[in-house]
Nanobody
């Protein structure tokens, strides 16, 4: 059984930074990609950033230049460094792992407010 556990969310002022982490456990294919998605109240879940098993990355236009996704293969951990945060970044952030099927974490709340 695959489990994804996110951490690092919280309340931050506009312009601040947060670092999210997602730790994967269980058995799954080594050829997997991971990503961060977010869902704001009343909105659909949207892609934030992804990283493939080959470490290619992709970002939503709204976060390019501010967010950085990375992964540690040995630790089965993925990170999202979020800088220059804006109120519109407020959402529940979900970790995703694609290994034949999609696995999701429980989500971590990020609130950007003064």
């Amino acid at each position: 059984q695959v489990q994804l556990v996110e951490s690092g969310g919280g309340l931050v002022q506009p312009g601040g930074s947060l670092r999210l982490s997602c730790v994967a456990s269980g058995s799954f294919s080594s050829l997997y990609s991971m990503g961060w998605y977010r869902q704001a109240p009343g909105k659909q879940r949207e892609l934030v950033a992804t990283v493939t098993y080959g470490t290619s990355t992709r970002y939503a236009d709204s976060v390019k230049g501010r967010f950085t996704i990375s992964r540690d293969f040995a630790k089965k951990t993925m990170y999202l460094q979020m800088n220059s945060l804006k109120p519109e970044d407020t959402a529940v952030y979900y970790c995703n792992l694609k290994a034949g099927i999609d696995y999701w974490g429980q989500g971590t709340q990020v609130t950007v407010s003064s």
